[in-house]
Structure formats: C-alpha cells, structure tokens
C-alpha cells in the first residue's frame, strides 16, 4: 500500500504542472500547436490513473487551454470525477473547470445533481461556496428544479458567506425555473434587512434584476427600498436601489415626487461620479410627471449633464451625452439650449462620443439651426476617415434634413445640392438613401424641380466620375434617380440633347441592371419631350439627327443580358424606328410619342390605396397557391446570443433576408439533387460561377482611384446657399426692425428704446422660395402615372406621407408684416426685457403660421389673456443661453394659450365639387400651454352664425361645448380639428368662441376662461387646382363668369415672386406664364371657378379676375390686395 | 447584470475569461474574437465605453492587460469601471503589485478572486476586506489538505 503511494507521488513528480504547462507553451511559440497537442496526449494519460491528484493536475492544465481555444469537451467526465473530490484543493479545481467549460448542453451536468447536493449541505462552508459558485455558471433547468429548494434553504444559513452566494444564485435559479420565485420570494425579503451587508446587497441586487423584468410586482417594496436609501451609505448598494428606483416610478408617479428630494441631496453631495451619474439618470426617468419640484431637478440634472459633458474626461463626456439624449426626448428645448457644446463633441477625437452627439443632434434641429448644423457635418463628412462612420454621418444628414416631412427645411435647393454633394462620396454604402431623398424631393416639392432638374442633368453628365470605381460603390444608384428625374421632368431641361447623349453613353452598360432599365425607359421620355422642342422649328433635320441617335446606341442596351434592359430597349428601338420612318415623310408624330408619357405623376397617400374598394367577390386573404409546407418556417429565427429580446432594427433589411432565403433554398435544392441519382452534379467550376453570376458588381472593371476630392464643375456649393440664406434672414431683419422703429415711433417715442429683436426666434424665418409641398389627399382611384416606370417607381419610392393640415401651414412662410404690428404690440402693451421676449418668442419654436389677418387677431388675444390671467408665478425655465442665472428668474406668471386657427377645407381632394363636402370646413387648432401649471378640462365652444355652425355630436345643445380630448402638461402643444358647416363660402366670417380650462397648480387649481375670434378668409376656401391651358381658355370662352379687376401699387419685387406669393397664400396655381404676364386659376371647395390675369409693369401690378361668383371674387382680392399692402 | 469579463493582452491573447452566463464555445469564441478587435482598435484617450449589439462594452487598460467586461444595457457604466478597478486592486492586494506574469502563471488564483467578488454577474462582496479574508481561508483550507496529503504519503 505505502509502495504504490510512493510509486504515485514518483511518477507525479515528473508530470508537468500548470507552470511548467505555462512555461512550455511560452517556449514554443513557433510550434504550438504541436506542442500543445502532445500535451493534451499526456493529460489523456495523467486522466487515466487513479491517483486524483494528477486528475486534478490534467484538469487545470486543461482548462487553461480551455481558455487557449481548445476544445476539452471530451474531459466533462474527468472533470465531474475531480469535483467529486473530498479534498478541498481538488473540487476547487473541479468545480473551476466545471464553471469554464459546461454549459447547459453538456450531457454529463444531469450526473451532477447528487454530487452538488451534497456539496452544498458539506459541514464546510467554504465547500458549500465553491459549489455555489460552480453552480451559478453552469445551472441548468433540471438543476435549478433540483436544487431549488436546498439553495433556499441556504438563504437562512447560519453563516453570511454563504447566505449571500445562495441569494445571489437565486436570481440564476429564478430564470431557468420561474416556479421557485413565489416560494422564494417572502425569504429573499426577508434578506434586505439581512444584519450582514454584504447578504442585504445580495438581495438588493437580485430585486433590482427581479425588478427590471416586471416592475409592477416590485411596487409594493419601494417604501423598504426607501428606508434603504436614505440610511445605505454604501455607495455599490446605493446605486442598485437608485437603479431600482428608476424601473418604478414610471408606474407610480407619486414615488417620483417622494425621490426628488433625495436625490436632489444626493446630486448635490457625492462626490462619486458613478452615483451622481445614476441619481440624474433615475430624475430622468421619472420626468414623465410634470411637477413643480420635477422641474427644478430637472434643471439640476441638465446642469449637472453639462459639467460632465465639458469635462475633459472623455467617460463622463460620453455620459452626458447618453443621458441628455434621454431629457431630448422628454424635454427637447432644455436640450436645444446645448447646441454649442454638442457641436463642438462632433470634433472629438473618440468616435463613440462623436456617435452619441449626432444621435443629439437629430432633436436638435430648427429651421433657424439646420443648415448651420448640416453644414458642419458635411465638413466632418470630408474629414471623416473610416467609411463606417461616414455613412453613419451620411445617414444622419439626410434624416435630420428629412425628419417630419421636411419640417425644418427652409430652402430646397440648399437641401438638393447637399444631396448632389454627397453622392461624392467615395465608396458609400448609402447611394439608395440619396436615391431615395433626391426622388421624393423632386416628385413633392414642385418648385424644386427646375432646379433638381438641371443639378441630375450635370450628375448624368459627370456619371463617369461616380462610377469609377463601382464595384464597391453604392453610389451608382443615385443615376437611377438622376435619369429618372431627368426624364420625367424633361420639360425643365435647359439642354435636353445633350442629356439625351449623356444617358445613352456605352458606359451606361456597365451599370447595374435596374439603373439601365431606367436609362432606357427615360431616354424615350426625354426623346419624346426633344421631338415637342423640335417640331415647332422648321428645320426637321434636328429631329431626324435624334432619332438617328436613338437609333444607333439603343442597340447596345438591347444585348443586355439584363431581361428588363433589354425588353425595354427593344420595344423603343422599334418605336423610334417607326418614328423615323414617319419623319422621312414629314408627318408630325411630336405630340403622338408624347402621349405616350402623358400626364403627372401625383404623390399618393399611404391610405389611398384603403380607398379603393376591395371588387365583390374577392377574399384577400385566401390563399392562391397551396400555403407553403411547415418545413419552411421553421429555420427562421434564429437564436440570439443572449436570451434578450434582440434590438429592432429600424429598417428592415429586405435584401439580406432575401439572401438568406435563396442561400436556404439554395441549400435545399443541392440537397435534393445530391439525394437524386439522375441528377448529373455540377462540376465544382462551373457551381461557383452559379453562386456568383447574380450580381452585376462581378463584372470587372478597371478601378479608378481618386485621391482627390471630386469637384464636378458647375454643381453648386451647399455653402453658398448658407451663406445667402444668412444674408437673406439678415435683411429680412434690417427691415423688420426698420418697420418696427417706424411703427415704435408711431406709437409711443419713449417706450422700449433698447427693444431689440433679440435672438431670431423660429417663427421669423421663411422659406426662401415658394414650395408647394403637395398635401392634397389623393384621388382615390385612377391615379396619373405616366407610364409604367413610373409605376414601377412608386413601389420603390418611400411611403409618401401625408401631411396633416396642420403641418402644412407649418411649412407656410409668414409674410414679414404680420409680425411686425405683433411685436410692436407686445412691447408697447406689456414692457418687458428684451430678453424675456426673445425667449417667450424662443419658448415656441413650433408655432404655426399661416398667412392672414386672423393671426394678428390671434396674437392681440395673447396679449389680453397675457393681461388677464395672472397665475401664481413659478420659476421659469432659464432662458437660452443664460445658463448662469438659470434658478434665479422669479418674474411673473404667465398663462399664454397659443391659440392658432386655420380653417381649411377638408377633402381638399375632392374636386368634383360635392356639395355635401364643399359645405364642411375643418379647422385645426393648435394648444401650446405656455404656462408652468398643468391645463386640463378643456372646453372649446364657439357661437354659431347662421351661416356657420360648429359641428357638434348628436344629442348635444346647439350652445354646447366640445370638450378637446387631451390635457396639457406645461410646454407642451397639441392639436384638435373641429368641424365646421358652412353654407355659403362667399364671404369672410369671424366667429366668436370661447375656451374654458382648468389650471391645476400643485396646490390649487382654478377655472380659466379665453375669449377668441376665428377668422375665415375667403382664400381658406379656395384649393390649389392645376388647370390645363385649354380648359382655362374654354372656362373664360364659356362667358358664364363676371369679371373684376384691382390694381396693386408700389409693389417691388420680381414677377415670379409676385405670382409665387399669389400661388402660396391664395392657393392659386399659375396656368400659363408669358414675360409678365401670367394666368392663374383656383377653385373653391364649392367649384367656384376663379381666373386671374395678373400683368405687371414697373411698380404697379394689375390684377384681372373672373369668377362665377362675383362676390366671392370680390372679397378674394380684397385679401390679395391685403398680402401685399402689407409688404 | 455583468455577463461577462475578459481580460486580454495587448496582442489580443486572452488571459482570463468569465461568463456568468452559460453559453456555447462557439458564442463564446465570436464575443472573444469581437471584444479583442474592437478594444484593440480604440485609440488612446477615448473613453472607455461601447455599445456591442445589446450590451455595453466598458474596457479600461492597466499596463499590458485590457480588462473588458460585457454588462446589460441599463448597467451603471461607472460602476462597471469601478468593478473592474476593484478587481485589480484585490489581484494587487493579493500577489503583491501584480504583473500579466501572475495572472497567467496563477491563473486558477485570479479565477478564485473574481469568484469571491463577483457572482451570477452580480457584485457578490463590495468589502475588500471580507473578499481578502474568505481568499486567505480558502487558501489556508487548500494548504492544509495539501500538508495532510503529504501526512498520507509518508505515513500511510
């Protein structure tokens, strides 16, 4: 017996060690490998004995190459044998082993059981330890349900060792046998008033994860967690509740108010990083309620934030950030007043900080800040070195340009180029967003299109530079766009040959299929609208030489391999062979091909496609083929690393599921054929060349390596427009102030002599030019596509969303004169600081404009209420950029109700004149509670005329109010439409209502009362309507309409501005223009027909106008007259 | 809660792996793989944090050892690196101004540490001193059996 122990402990001595394993490996850096797996021979043979110390020996070896990368699956048997050691030294190894290399598959974990339970009542605590340790990573369902009762047993052992382990393992046991959490719970209680600390942190910690899962169960714990917090000096527990803290309030407001306090002393006391970062993070989270004492830590935190975020250290930067971008999506202008400091993170050397600030930025943007902001980015674009964080840079332009249907775009053209500038970027991921963008810019902004027109013209004429190097350029898809553009707007091209040329190059074949097929299909539009051009000349040779062109390059399309390509070029090359066939006899074929492209492609609602009705006798959801097999679904889904939920992408990635499904079916289809005698297998070559010959990117092409930045000649600078827009705002001010000192003067000399304007407010700036953003509904059936391309387009074309009405006053520009007397108004009727107006001015970067007289109305009402209502005062929130005084502002009260009306014609679509609806008027109104108190129980309610009545549900009083079904928490707008029956359109109507509120302070809460006016204008009743010059010159023909005419003096601005304002404030639009002369028309929701002829010369401009209503005529100019009076 | 902790070198050799979840060889080989690019590929002076698909990757280098711990989204970034320093201070504490060296020729002691510190991915003892002193009891119990192992040997 001695002898074989001695012979034992010999035969250790010249095993090796985890050192000498270590050491060896080290040694052998060049062979490794071979190295490595002549010691894994050697641990076979040490596993074979029956000495256990050398088990324990190979075990550690091995898990050590475990973590080299090696597989040890094989040894789980070994390793078990060595946890089973009665030594101490041994099962620490075991159980080591076990935790690393186990998990919830091996099969030998099921032999575990008995072993473990066994470890876990030994006599030893620190055997029970290391057990519970093992078993935390390792912790299999069976286990758990095993176990699950020995372990909480062990919550009440005698020593805090292992009390602690037992509650921190069953957070583990919880989630993969959720059974043992009702039993367990009343004891894992019990722990958090544990005399231990460490066993009271324990539990804390597995609440706190209990309760970021399913808060609601937790609620009732908060008071102990409270008495926990306010005596808890420890700073790690601390953190947990504060954390806890943070999942409850949101389900419990009460609680949010109870922490302020607390945690406002926290914020101001530690000095520990981690917790201040944690207790402003919690105040966040619980912001949902609006109380007073929340706005005041509210104002702490983002001071706090900003302290982090000037830090020079580059964690608490990152912090500041992440959480300022939680407050934006609560409280975006306490946000908004960091611009500076967030733009100036964009030139951070770390790009997960640089990351987090544009993510702010996205909230950040105004009319009045975008192009400054975008105009940064596209510096940082050039800069930017790595290509991920260029197209995430990319990406983040166009959606801040593009966010709310182009809220914040004041100038189109500015946005076009900026497009146009992108696509220089080399090697972008993101060609189909610009694509995309450049689309919908051009098809809803009508204005632009000119101008889009002739920057697609010089992108297909430089294509040559965009596609240098394509194979790894997704940049070709914006020539998808660019011909598309080019084609169907053909008629705004300045030199539709030369483009013709450019889209029929030989280099276009290289392209990608789909962008070809649009070249082809594009080409004949273009072809068609040349043949219109050149038919009026006398000269037929120009056509004929088209023609000729067409005809010699088609050819090259027609041998593309790409089915799409070449079915349609074939089908143009035979029609534009007979066209010239035609032309060789002098017959005009000119207006025949272009009614092949006729007529406008109109935006379409995303609910249109709801109005169509669904043919009787059809079930769109039946199937029409077999539903597909069970197999199918199955392999979908696949596991997340983690059992989280995973994160939603925001775009679906059509393609890459595409991909996966032809790889799966691809797959499926070569297992089918390798199980299929009579199918001869593909030679390996050939099966490559399968694999690859999708893709078009395959074909070569010799790339071309720019080192330096593209500049295509004549494409515009987006700085230029910067730097117009900023003289454009700057002399729109010179003006406005100049009218103000007048109208100053006017009214009172010795008021408000330093009332400047202040920092430009949201609501002063206006659209560079006219943009006829279309908001119609669109007709419901019957849509104008002009041919199948662009049928085709809308599929690919994003949604296009409908604007509400409201935010189509939202892009309306406010003339410079209504603002003027508002101003004026203000300062002379209530003296204030400059400042202060410039921040209740700033306190609505929202507000609506909408042209007329009305809102002037609306603004004086303002000032009365301003008057009226006086609310105990709380403190403001600081005004922009006054950061330092931010908590001492204590001046009056205010309760303002922006209060703005636009009566608007509902169903602006319909334009076959349906009574029915031409009597409704809906108007939107728009509530910003600009107080600091909480409004609720509105009651809207107006006095009806006989000829306008408000439209009330059934059952009620015709003197009933309609109650607005939201309540407003300070700062916040929201919008309400009511109905209203109108009966005859021909006159204006001012309407007196009334709204009725409840103002609910903390501690009081009192009824309110607003009187107000709705003003409609006659101009509100007209709809923009296209009309064709024929129709126009049959509709005056006809005789049926009386005629009036005005003459407008001292009008100084060029024609196409005249008509531009004509067409945006009195909803015309221009119908033919010669010189400066130019017909309009106009229709009202009851079909009226309304004709201009407006003529200008010098100053003067003279209106003449038919209608077949000549009252309605009459009080229409009376309101043009008004627009421009005031200019 | 943590899910796991790597601790790598600046070549990208790893050194030290803890998961406090169970998971597969091949997830683990992809996070490993993953976190040593992306950490590695930091410059210096930017901060310590990442966003790795849901979780956030807090990493920080003490001389040629980065220490890189995976932690749930809604972890507390500062305290995840208050974690990690604390864990080097328990190895300093322990092998006495401690180098990679120790780490990897006494790697089964690092892996008892971190087991006496952390637990489940939860903080299992914020004391240093109750750490220290449950490592000092276990290792006295260790050497004990080792001694009564060669009491065995001689004896028996």
Known sequence: ?1127 | MMRFMLLFSRQGKLRLQKWFTSMSEREKKKIIRDMTTMVLARQPRSCNFMQWKDLKIVYKRYASLYFCLGVESQENELLALEIIHRYVELLDKYFGNVCELDIIFNFEKAYFILDEFLMGGEIQETSKQIVNRSIEASDMLQEDDISEWYEVELFG
């Open chain 1, 1 to 1127: 017996m001695a002898l074989k122990i001695v012979k034992g402990s010999i035969d250790r001595m010249f095993d090796k060690n985890l050192q000498d394993l270590v050491r060896g490996i080290r040694n052998h850096k060049e062979d490794e490998a071979k190295y490595i797996s002549t010691c894994i021979d050697e641990i076979k043979q040490e596993l074979k004995q029956d000495n256990i110390a050398v088990k324990a020996n190979a075990v550690c070896k091995l898990t050590y190459l475990q973590m080299l990368g090696y597989d040890v699956s094989w040894a789980a048997f070994n390793i078990v044998e060595v946890m089973s050691s009665s030594k101490f030294t041994y099962k620490r190894i075991g159980y080591l082993a076990a935790s690393q290399c186990f998990h919830e598959n091996t099969d030998v974990i099921m032999l575990t059981t008995n072993q473990i339970r066994k470890d876990l009542s030994s006599p030893n605590q620190y055997d029970t330890g290391v057990a519970l340790t093992g078993l935390s990573c390792f912790v299999t369902p069976d286990l758990a349900r095993d176990l699950a009762n020995d372990i909480m047993t062990l919550m009440s052992h005698t020593k805090p060792y292992i009390r602690k382990k037992a509650v921190l393992i069953m957070y583990k046991v919880f989630l993969k046998y959720p059974e043992s959490l009702r039993p367990a719970f009343p004891r894992l209680k019990e722990k958090l008033e544990d005399p231990d600390p460490g066993v009271q942190s324990a539990a804390v910690n597995v609440i706190c994860e209990l309760a970021r899962r399913n808060p609601k169960n937790y609620l009732s714990l908060a008071p102990l967690f409270f008495k926990l917090m306010t005596s808890s000096t420890n700073n790690w527990v601390l953190i947990k509740i504060i954390k806890l803290f943070g999942a409850l309030t949101p389900l419990e407001p009460r609680l949010g108010k109870k922490l302020i306090e607390p945690l406002t002393n926290l914020i101001h006391s530690t000095s520990a990083m981690s917790l201040l970062y944690e207790c402003v993070n919690t105040v966040i989270a619980g912001q949902y309620s609006c109380s007073v004492g929340h706005i005041k830590s509210h104002l702490l935190c983002v001071q706090k934030l900003r302290i982090l975020i000037e830090d020079s250290d580059q964690n608490l930067k990152y912090l500041g950030l992440l959480a300022m971008s939680k407050i934006l999506k609560t409280h975006p202008k306490s946000v908004q007043s960091h611009k500076d400091l967030i733009l100036q993170c964009l030139d951070d050397k770390d790009e997960s900080i640089r990351l987090r600030a544009l993510d702010l930025l996205y909230g950040m943007v105004s009319k009045k800040n975008l192009m400054e902001i975008v105009k940064k980015l596209m510096i940082h674009v050039d800069k930017a070195e790595g290509t991920t964080y260029r197209d995430e840079l990319l990406t983040k332009i166009i959606d801040i340009c593009s966010q709310s249907n182009y809220q914040y775009i004041t100038n189109f053209e500015w946005y076009i180029s900026i497009l146009v500038e992108l696509t220089r970027l080399e090697g972008t991921r993101h060609g189909h967003l610009i694509a995309s963008q450049m689309l919908d810019v051009a098809i809803r902004v009508k204005a632009i299109r000119v101008f889009a027109v002739a920057q697609m013209a010089t992108l297909l004429d430089n294509a040559h530079l965009l596609t240098g190097n394509m194979q790894r350029n997704g940049i070709c898809e914006v020539l998808y766009a660019a011909a598309w553009i080019c084609g169907e707007f053909s008629e705004h091209l300045e030199n539709p040959v030369q483009t013709l040329e450019a889209m029929l190059r030989p280099k276009v074949a290289t392209l990608p299929g789909h962008i070809q097929a649009v070249y082809v299909q594009n080409a004949a539009k273009l072809f068609a609208t040349i043949l219109k051009n050149q038919e009026g000349n006398t000269d037929s040779t120009a056509a004929q030489e088209t023609s000729q062109m067409m005809i010699d390059r088609l050819p090259l399309f027609v041998q593309s391999a790409n089915l799409e390509v070449q079915e349609r070029a074939s089908c143009i090359l035979q029609l534009v062979k007979y066209i010239q066939k035609l032309q060789q006899k002098d017959v005009e074929v000119a207006e025949e091909v272009s009614a092949l492209f006729a007529g406008e492609l109109n935006p379409v609602a995303p609910k249109a496609q709801k109005k169509v009705p669904v043919p009787e006798g059809l079930d769109l959801d039946a199937w029409i083929n077999e539903p597909p097999s069970e197999s199918e679904s199955e392999d979908e889904q696949p596991k997340a690393i983690f059992t989280k939920e995973e994160p939603k992408h925001s775009r679906p990635r059509h393609t890459e599921v595409d991909e996966k499904e032809l790889a799966r079916r691809r797959e499926a289809r070569k297992q089918e054929q390798a199980n299929n005698p009579f199918y001869i297998k593909a030679s390996p070559s050939s099966q490559k060349v399968y694999q690859e010959a999708p893709g078009v990117e395959h074909i070569p092409v010799v790339q071309i390596d720019l080192s330096v930045p593209l500049k295509v000649p004549g494409l515009p600078m987006s700085d230029q427009y910067v730097k117009l827009e900023e003289e454009r705002r700057q002399k729109e001010r010179a003006e406005k102030k100049k009218k103000e000192k007048k109208k100053r003067k006017e009214k009172r000399s010795g008021r408000g002599k330093k009332h400047d304007s202040g920092p430009e407010s949201e609501e002063d700036i206006t659209p560079a030019h006219v943009v006829d953003i279309v908001t119609e509904e669109m007709p419901e059936v019957g849509m104008h596509l002009s041919d199948d391309v662009a049928q085709e387009d809308q599929n690919h074309l994003p949604v296009r969303v409908k604007i509400c009405i409201c935010m189509f006053c939202l892009c309306r520009p406010l003339a410079d004169s209504e603002k003027l007397p508002v101003r004026s108004h203000r300062a002379a009727g209530a003296p204030k600081s400059s400042a202060e107006d410039g921040e209740a001015e700033n306190a609505t970067p929202q507000e609506p404009k909408k042209k007329s007289s009305k809102e002037k109305r609306d603004k004086k009402k303002d000032k009365e209420r301003d008057r009226k209502v006086r609310l105990r005062c709380w403190k403001h929130f600081p005004p922009s950029g006054h950061k330092s005084d931010s908590r001492s502002t204590q001046s009056e009260g205010r309760t303002v109700v922006t209060f703005l009306v636009f009566p608007l014609p509902r169903k602006v679509c319909d334009i076959q004149g349906n009574l029915q609806d031409g009597s409704q008027v809906v108007v939107s109104v728009i509530f910003e509670n600009k107080s600091d108190s909480f409004l609720k129980s509105m009651e809207f309610n107006v006095l009806d005329s006989l000829n306008s009545k408000l439209q009330r549900p059934e059952g009620s009083g015709p003197h009933d109010g309609l109650t607005v079904p939201f309540q407003l928490p300070p700062g916040v707008s929201n919008e309400a439409r009511f109905v209203f029956t109108v009966q005859s359109i021909v006159m204006p109507q001012k309407l007196k209502g009334t709204l009725t509120f409840i103002v609910k302070n903390e501690d009081s809460s009192t009824h309110e009362k607003l009187d107000f006016k709705l003003h409609f204008t006659c101009t509100s009743y007209l709809i923009t309507t296209p009309c064709y010059s024929d129709a126009f010159a049959k509709l005056l023909e006809s005789g049926d309409l009386k005629s009036s005419s005005v003459r407008l003096e001292g009008v100084n601005m060029p024609f196409h501005h005249l008509l531009a304002r004509i067409c945006f404030h009195h909803h015309f639009s221009v119908v033919e223009r010669i010189d400066s002369c130019a017909s309009m028309y106009s229709r009202s929701i009851q079909g009226h027909h309304v004709c201009l002829l407006v003529k200008t010369s010098g100053q003067t401009v003279s209106i003449d106008a038919k209608c077949d209503e000549p009252t309605l005529l009459g009080n229409v100019l009376d309101e043009i007259k008004q627009t421009f009076s005031q200019c």
